[in-house]
């Protein structure tokens, strides 16, 4: 049996926290013959490892090397302060303080170079923005030998062979099984557990990328495939996959069984809690997912499968994307043309921005759609050079955009089918004066995403959750 298991950043965030880290990982040992463990760079909150180390290097490319040293000594505090408090110094504190010394002087000299070239490429973030993984693993590894087992950090460069589209790299999985199950099989047959480093890969010509931030859930689900695990378990800092963002919304409640549609909605839409392509490995190999919470290991958590047998007609749960903006083509001469929606998403992908949502009008006098925000220029401009002529013409007579909206999107597989579920959902907006832009339903039927300007988007979501306790 073996067992692919996570460690988000608040769980490897201290020493503290990779103390009950190593606990569980032991813990679950007793049961799981074979675990495989993932872990991101620290996060303790509010400071997380990968955003300092991004910060800096964008300093340095404007010339600020001040704000870079500065990020390089607390990069130096942070990791020190938990290699002191957890590794005695007659064992390895030295040989790891010394490691992971090595990687903050390489981070300064990368950040000098990105200063000197005035450059930083995706390339080069991807190097220095996954560096914080290459450190903890090393830390956590290295705590669990002192406890007395076999345990070896691994850089998932050496696992998971990827494209080469830097900072959003998908994996290669042919190649990506061979070299991880070359790597990982022999040390679990040696009983030894291998702590490996989220959220980076490496390209076929061995130069590092990322797969995107929060990446290193996908990691865990990528390997939990190549290993044929039995499970994928990713601990976070909260007890599952919960009805709202509960940053936000103090009731939000942890949901005990998701689909894994439902899942991939959710996070597509904005929850953070898993990456959004975290759940695609899973389909396709029909392995469940469990989400759980470090700090409170004995909660069971979410756990998603491919089908919720008890999902009945509720909603689950609701979600928000903020800083985007609603663009929308309009024209009666739109109307039977073939193609418009064609090239209007052909123009928007060719200035390389995703879409988040869609919605066309019947009569096909308009479509709309939401970027984010900060694209909302170039797509315009794209939108105006792809229709110069039916603009002159007047077939289309505006390309306009909505600035600050929101999507909000309600989750759950058994609003299809059930009756009254999207008259609740609007009544209830209605009654609480939000007003609703846009709405799409998802092609699954299992989410409805509705547009609502920025400043409305708390209380259409609390409204929403309202429905969900009812
Ligand atoms: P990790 O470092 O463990 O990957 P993340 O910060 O990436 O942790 O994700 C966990 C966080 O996601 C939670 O602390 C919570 O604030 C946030 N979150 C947002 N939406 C949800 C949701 N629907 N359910 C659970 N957590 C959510
Ligand atoms: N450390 C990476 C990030 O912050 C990956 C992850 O935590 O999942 O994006
Ligand atoms: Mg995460």
Same mark, same amino acid.
């Given at each position: 049996m073996t067992l692919v298991m996570k460690f988000g950043g608040t769980s490897v965030g201290s020493a #503290?926290?990779?103390?009950?880290? @190593?606990?569980?990982?032991?813990?679950?040992?007793? =049961?799981?013959?074979?675990?495989?463990?993932?872990?991101?760079?620290?996060?303790?909150?509010?400071?997380?490892?990968?955003?300092?180390?991004?910060q800096g290097a964008y300093a340095a490319v404007d010339?600020?090397?001040?704000? !870079?040293?500065? &990020?390089?000594?607390?990069?130096?505090?942070?990791?020190?302060?938990?290699?002191? +408090?957890?590794?005695?110094?007659e064992g390895e504190r030295q040989k790891i303080l010394a490691e992971n010394n090595d990687f903050i002087d390489h981070y300064l000299a990368l950040c000098e170079a990105v200063c000197v070239l005035g450059e930083l490429s995706p390339r080069a973030l991807d190097a220095i923005g996954g560096m914080g993984e290459r450190m903890s693993v090393r830390i956590l590894a290295a705590y669990l030998r002192q406890l007395g087992h076999e345990a070896e950090a691994i850089d998932a460069t050496e696992l998971i062979v990827t494209d080469s589209n830097?900072?959003? $790299?998908?994996?290669?999985?042919?190649? =990506?099984?061979?070299?991880?199950?070359?790597?990982?099989?022999?040390?679990?047959?040696q009983d030894s557990i291998p702590i490996i480093t989220g959220?980076?890969?490496?390209?076929?010509?061995? &130069?590092t990328t990322t797969l995107g931030r929060g990446g290193s859930d996908y990691s865990a689900s990528i390997l939990g495939q190549t290993m044929k695990a039995d499970e994928v378990w990713i601990w976070t800092d909260v007890d599952g996959v919960m009805s709202a963002d509960p940053r936000f919304v103090s009731t939000a409640r942890s949901i005990p069984i998701l689909n894994y549609?439902?899942?991939?909605?959710?996070? !597509?839409?904005?929850?953070?809690?898993?990456?959004?392509? =975290?759940?695609?490995?899973?389909?396709?190999? /029909?392995? *469940?997912?469990?989400?759980? /919470? =470090?700090?409170?290991?004995?909660? *069971? +958590?979410?756990?998603?499968? $491919?089908? #919720?047998?008890?999902? /009945?007609?509720?909603?689950?749960?609701?979600?928000?994307?903020?800083?985007?903006c609603l663009i929308t083509v309009e024209g009666t001469g739109m109307v039977g043309v073939p193609g418009i929606a064609a090239r209007t998403f052909g123009a928007v992908a060719s200035s390389d921005v995703s879409v988040l949502l869609i919605s066309q009008a019947s009569s096909e006098q308009?479509?709309?759609?939401?970027?984010?925000?900060?694209?909302?220029?170039? &797509?315009?401009?794209?939108?105006?050079?792809e229709f110069a002529g039916e603009l002159e013409r007047r077939d289309i007579d505006s390309i306009w955009a909505m600035r600050d909206v929101s999507i909000v999107t309600i989750v759950g597989s058994g609003m299809r089918g059930?009756?009254?579920?999207?008259?609740?959902?609007?009544?209830?907006? +209605? #009654?609480?004066?939000?007003?609703?832009?846009?709405? @799409?339903? +998802?092609?699954?039927?299992?989410?409805?995403?509705?547009?609502?300007?920025?400043?409305?988007?708390?209380s259409a979501v609390s409204h929403i959750h309202e429905l969900i306790a009812a």
């Open positions: #503290d926290a990779m103390r009950e880290t @190593a606990a569980l990982i032991l813990r679950t040992k007793e =049961t799981w013959n074979s675990v495989v463990v993932v872990a991101s760079g620290m996060g303790s909150k509010p400071v997380k490892v990968t955003d300092l180390l991004l010339g600020d090397e001040q704000s !870079y040293s500065r &990020v390089a000594e607390q990069l130096r505090e942070i990791h020190f302060e938990a290699i002191d +408090g957890l590794l005695e110094p830097f900072q959003n $790299a998908s994996p290669i999985f042919g190649q =990506t099984q061979v070299k991880s199950s070359g790597v990982i099989q022999p040390l679990l047959e959220f980076i890969g490496s390209d076929t010509n061995g &130069v549609r439902e899942v991939s909605e959710l996070a !597509y839409f904005g929850a953070r809690v898993l990456h959004p392509k =975290t759940m695609r490995p899973c389909v396709e190999s /029909n392995i *469940p997912l469990r989400i759980k /919470n =470090t700090f409170n290991p004995d909660h *069971p +958590g979410t756990v998603i499968l $491919a089908d #919720d047998p008890g999902s /009945n007609g509720a909603i689950k749960a609701v979600t928000a994307i903020k800083d985007l308009s479509i709309c759609f939401s970027v984010p925000d900060g694209a909302t220029e170039i &797509v315009i401009d794209s939108l105006a050079g059930t009756p009254g579920i999207s008259g609740r959902i609007f009544s209830s907006l +209605g #009654d609480h004066q939000v007003n609703v832009i846009a709405i @799409a339903q +998802g092609s699954s039927e299992c989410s409805i995403s509705i547009v609502v300007a920025a400043e409305d988007t708390g």
